[in-house]
């Protein structure tokens, strides 16, 4: 019997607020600076001390870009769970169930339409704390929902990346999902409607190598990781030490593979004046003088 663990700690819990009582503090990645959670979720999970981005917990990311925080979620068609029959150290069915326990979620992806500056908009966002935000089927199935109700309603198409990459326990089906949703895309954009990527940290393997990069404007987090293979393993095969940087946001905008790099804090304004040019609307500049108030 821990005489910390089992008796002093729950009484401190009764008398700490529940929103901090598990994480009072985190420790920021880039800096090492301890960060007081209250802090921290005010800036938007950015370090007050070095502007590093934190990832951002999907719900708070769509809260943050649409209209007060309003939009209603799409249900996605569903998947077969395990079509490979897939066992590695633990069997692909076993995953699941547990990241959706832990998440609440089927897959790691969320479709979601609303408003964003006074303009109906729809949103493919996935979920990096769900298998890495990996792409299997149900991501594919989720991009060609988005990309459908898009053309459906003439609505513009933003994702929203935060993946490792295919998902190696669905092998050949998850690879297929790269020319899946890369048509998906597509059939927005001949309907003349724009499609925004945005990349947060990480876009990598599969994702980057598909949809990602495909927008009519990509919009890039500030910091975030983007490439496809990992820095080690191209280091590896070129046998050369990589610059600094490298795969970084800021280097990736450098060498023309994204068009903009933007702070999380004013993600939501830069994206409203890309929809509103495209789109040919005027934003609704009340409601976001309120939202930043």
Same mark, same amino acid.
């Given at each position: 019997?821990?005489?910390?663990?089992?008796?002093?700690?729950?009484?401190?819990?009764?008398?700490?607020?529940?929103?901090?009582?598990?994480?009072?503090?985190?420790?920021?990645?880039?800096?090492?600076?301890?960060?007081?959670?209250?802090?921290?979720?005010?800036?938007?999970?950015?370090?007050?001390?070095?502007?590093?981005?934190?990832?951002?917990?999907?719900?708070?990311?769509?809260?943050?870009?649409?209209?007060?925080?309003?939009?209603?979620?799409?249900?996605?068609?569903?998947?077969?769970?395990?079509?490979?029959?897939?066992?590695?150290?633990?069997?692909?069915?076993?995953?699941?169930?547990?990241?959706? =326990? @832990?998440? %609440?979620?089927?897959?790691?992806?969320?479709?979601?339409?609303?408003?964003? +500056? $006074?303009? !109906?908009?729809?949103? &493919?966002?996935?979920?990096?704390?769900?298998?890495?935000?990996?792409?299997?089927?149900?991501?594919?199935?989720?991009?060609?929902?988005?990309?459908?109700?898009?053309?459906?309603?003439?609505?513009?198409?933003?994702?929203?990346?935060?993946?490792?990459?295919?998902?190696?326990?669905?092998?050949?089906?998850?690879?297929?999902?790269?020319?899946?949703?890369?048509?998906?895309?597509?059939?927005? =954009? @001949?309907? %003349?409607?724009?499609?925004?990527?945005?990349?947060?940290?990480?876009?990598? +393997? $599969?994702? !980057?190598?598909?949809? &990602?990069?495909?927008?009519?404007?990509?919009?890039?987090?500030?910091?975030?990781?983007?490439?496809?293979?990992?820095?080690?393993?191209?280091?590896?095969?070129?046998?050369?030490?990589?610059?600094?940087?490298?795969?970084?946001?800021?280097?990736?905008?450098?060498?023309?593979?994204?068009?903009?790099?933007?702070?999380?804090?004013?993600?939501?304004?830069?994206?409203?004046?890309?929809?509103?040019?495209?789109?040919?609307?005027?934003?609704?500049?009340?409601?976001?003088?309120?939202?930043?108030?």
């Amino acid at each position: 019997m821990n005489w910390l663990r089992d008796f002093v700690r729950p009484k401190v819990k009764k008398i700490t607020p529940k929103e901090y009582s598990d994480n009072l503090w985190e420790k920021c990645p880039a800096c090492g600076q301890m960060l007081f959670s209250k802090d921290l979720k005010k800036s938007m999970y950015v370090c007050t001390n070095c502007d590093h981005h934190l990832r951002l917990y999907i719900d708070k990311r769509l809260n943050m870009l649409f209209d007060e925080g309003k939009y209603t979620e799409v249900s996605l068609p569903k998947v077969k769970d395990d079509p490979l029959k897939f066992k590695d150290t633990k069997k692909y069915t076993d995953r699941l169930k547990a990241y959706r =326990k @832990e998440t %609440g979620r089927d897959d790691a992806i969320v479709v979601a339409q609303g408003e964003i +500056g $006074g303009i !109906t908009s729809v949103v &493919a966002a996935l979920d990096f704390k769900f298998m890495g935000g990996s792409m299997g089927v149900a991501v594919g199935e989720g991009i060609v929902k988005a990309a459908e109700i898009a053309v459906k309603g003439g609505y513009p198409l933003i994702t929203v990346s935060s993946s490792g990459g295919a998902r190696m326990q669905e092998g050949i089906l998850s690879l297929m999902q790269m020319a899946r949703t890369t048509a998906a895309v597509n059939m927005v =954009k @001949e309907k %003349g409607l724009p499609f925004i990527s945005i990349l947060t940290d990480p876009t990598t +393997g $599969g994702v !980057t190598a598909s949809f &990602a990069m495909l927008g009519d404007v990509n919009m890039a987090e500030k910091g975030c990781l983007i490439g496809f293979a990992g820095q080690r393993v191209i280091e590896q095969t070129i046998r050369e030490k990589l610059p600094t940087g490298f795969q970084r946001a800021e280097y990736v905008e450098e060498h023309g593979m994204v068009d903009m790099v933007v702070r999380r804090g004013e993600m939501k304004d830069e994206l409203v004046k890309v929809i509103s040019l495209l789109m040919h609307k005027k934003p609704n500049i009340t409601r976001l003088a309120l939202e930043n108030k």
